[in-house]
């Protein structure tokens, strides 16, 4: 079974500054894709971005940005230029290139806390 | 173009009570998807679903009911409420097709307390 893990339960950074959130997980599949969505106070999941096992290009979507480092097994996520809009839950996920019954399912970490110091 | 629905929001049961929770979905996707989320536990599948008809089991099916009559919706129930269902619920849904990252999409979730 597939296995995400984020070590850090909360971080914080200063606005405009950059911060990076670790992502590691663990599998025996090659093909798969990874996530990272983001949860506000409103409870709303919102995807963030997202990456294909056999791209190697890390994804990219304005400010936010992965580093995918397939070997290691590591997907982190950074955010450039902190706007305290960013300030929210974010979980990382990951879901097999097998895309039937219980293998499309989202496997999730617990998350971490990030805070935008003004 | 509401997407993914939930309804109730919020709901707060005594112990053996029965509830259903309703997700609906106005994409036409073929697959969908209950979790639940617990703190420091990120989120769990629950129960899903790969078309009209069908359901599944997830990681943590005791306890829960689904069923899927139309493909827009997905319903979640729980027979006899516990302390331990208490978490916040999220219905998801997806299309289903080889070229596609195949995206979730998520409901706005449903604060579930059992007293």
């Known amino acids: 079974a597939q296995t995400v893990t984020q070590s850090q339960p909360e971080m914080s950074v200063q606005e405009a500054e950059t911060v990076t959130l670790s992502c590691t997980y663990d599998t025996s599949e090659s093909d798969y894709y990874l996530f990272w969505y983001k949860q506000p106070p409103s409870r709303q999941m919102i995807l963030v971005i997202r990456q294909e096992a056999y791209k190697q290009q890390n994804a990219t979507e304005n400010r936010f940005s992965v580093n995918f480092q397939k070997a290691a097994k590591s997907f982190s996520l950074k955010i450039s230029d902190s706007q305290l809009g960013d300030a929210a839950m974010y979980f990382c996920a990951y879901r097999s290139g097998v895309l039937t019954g219980a293998n499309s399912k989202l496997t999730f970490g617990k998350g971490i806390t990030l805070s935008v110091r003004p | 173009n509401a997407g993914v629905t939930q309804t109730p929001k919020f709901r707060v049961l ?78 998801a849904s997806s299309i289903h097709g080889r070229k596609s990252y195949n995206e979730q999409f998520f409901g706005p979730g449903t604060r579930l307390t059992v007293l």
């Open chain 2, 14 to 91: 005594k112990t053996g009570q029965s509830m259903t929770l309703l997700c609906a979905q106005d994409m036409n996707h073929e697959y969908m998807y209950w979790y639940r989320q617990d703190p420091g536990m990120g989120l769990r599948l629950i129960h899903y679903s790969v078309g009209e008809g069908t359901t599944a089991k997830g990681e943590v099916p005791d306890g829960y009911n689904v069923s899927r009559l139309k493909k827009q919706n997905f319903l979640l129930g729980l027979e006899s409420a516990a302390p331990s269902q208490t978490s916040v619920y999220f219905c």
